[in-house]
């Protein structure tokens, strides 16, 4: 049984919590926000039985550093859940180590924590090897990588996740701006995100950026009436064209 | 009974042809190449037995006008099926309407045509009549829409597909720069995607620029190492921030 103690009560927590409490070797020994006077307490008291194993803090990032420096005593595990944040954001002398769960969570959406890939970092074996039981017992993908490599997946994150999202909202916009729905395009974004379970993305890539079809490409530059919508047409159309430009 | 004969020999045409093969109140007559001598001597013999009710024209955009020139004296419906070509490519004077089946189509990859949308258009009542049928019997998403909204759903395709896929292939090169598996972020792929069924993309939006977390955006651009990466980054922040200026 590994004794877990969550601390924080925002979308990561509220999903860890529901995972946490179905596995079968974890005890999910209590869940507490960062401004909990209770939970000053108990950090205090830790030394009792009931002392957790690993505690998880799975607040804002910017709250971390403050909030993990009452740990610095602390015998137990101490992880952050941050995908930006570096392990060395905890207080220096402690076991520290990350257990970043790479999904988008709110709690409007069930999640299936099987399937969300957990990346895990420690400074020492034996508390990554915890981590990884930890993470096994409710995820099957779990991977170890440095805070850098985390790092550099957050940002990658941005652009798969957010940046993908404004695509759809520019799509919606132009569909707005000429009375169509939107929902005529949702099997199409269905099909390009499933495309990318089989296939990489620099071989699926089609559309007149693609074909070199600089006719269309004026063509649908001349159609598209904002400034906005303009400038992201060319930026992408041309990084494209890069992306396939032939070397000589 | 409808009967439909298709010409093209592209992607299109191969899984209109399952489609149609399939349907139960439609005959398909033959298939053929735009090229092809056999088709046009069947052109100009179609006023015999076997004239089909509808001629689908699923070829590349460019040879629309050129190819459609044979069916000016057709007592038939002649369509074509791309997303950006007006109805008005297709012969003056002759029964015309278009075919758009809105999905990226491939030959290595199955396609449910039940779930393809089908974007119809004619001059003639009872030709949209006919085209519903026809579109009816291998869909459950059929739209009659304009020329003009049929362009700006192809222009809409092209940022939620081809540019979409873009933001793939560069969080793939992010993913490659440091080492770590591109497969990480497929989970994230398919939610971001999976999302956009029952939210509308403004309510989804999340990531820095939707919390103008500009000390992260800072910290992000710094990262990114190619003067295209950037770019990218910085005008669809940018942009993302525009779109949830609150106005004052």
């Given at each position: 049984m590994i004794k877990v103690s969550l601390i924080g009560t925002g979308n990561v927590s509220y999903h860890l919590k529901e995972a946490l409490t179905k596995a079968k070797n974890i005890t999910l020994l209590d869940v507490h926000s960062s401004r909990d006077e209770l939970f000053s307490k108990i950090v205090q008291k830790e030394n009792q039985a009931k002392q957790p194993d690993i505690y998880i803090i799975a607040i804002s990032d910017d709250a971390i550093s403050t909030v993990s420096q009452q740990f610095e005593n602390s015998k137990s595990l101490i992880v952050h859940t941050s995908g930006s944040v570096s392990i060395s954001a905890l207080p220096n002398g402690i076991r520290r180590g990350v257990f970043y769960p790479l999904q988008s969570f709110s709690k409007e959406r069930e999640v299936d924590f099987q399937s969300v890939p957990i990346c895990i970092e420690a400074e020492q074996k034996k508390d990554l090897e915890l981590l990884k039981t930890l993470a096994k017992s409710i995820s099957?993908?779990?991977?170890?990588?440095?805070?850098?490599?985390?790092?550099?997946?957050?940002?990658?994150?941005?652009?798969?996740?957010?940046?993908?999202?404004?695509?759809?909202?520019?799509?919606?916009?132009?569909?707005?701006?000429?009375?169509?729905?939107?929902?005529?395009?949702?099997?199409?974004?269905?099909?390009?995100?499933?495309?990318?379970?089989?296939?990489?993305?620099?071989?699926?890539?089609?559309?007149?950026?693609?074909?070199?079809?600089?006719?269309?490409?004026?063509?649908?530059?001349?159609?598209?009436?904002?400034?906005?919508?303009?400038?992201?047409?060319t930026i992408l159309t041309n990084s494209i064209l890069k992306t396939y430009e032939e070397k000589l």
């Open positions: 099957k993908s779990v991977y170890e990588i440095t805070s850098l490599q985390r790092k550099s997946l957050h940002l990658a994150a941005v652009f798969i996740n957010n940046f993908t999202n404004h695509m759809y909202q520019i799509g919606n916009e132009l569909c707005d701006q000429n009375e169509v729905s939107f929902d005529i395009l949702k099997p199409l974004i269905a099909e390009t995100a499933r495309k990318i379970e089989s296939l990489s993305p620099f071989d699926t890539q089609t559309g007149p950026a693609r074909r070199k079809d600089k006719k269309t490409i004026e063509v649908q530059l001349a159609q598209l009436k904002g400034v906005n919508h303009k400038e992201i047409y």
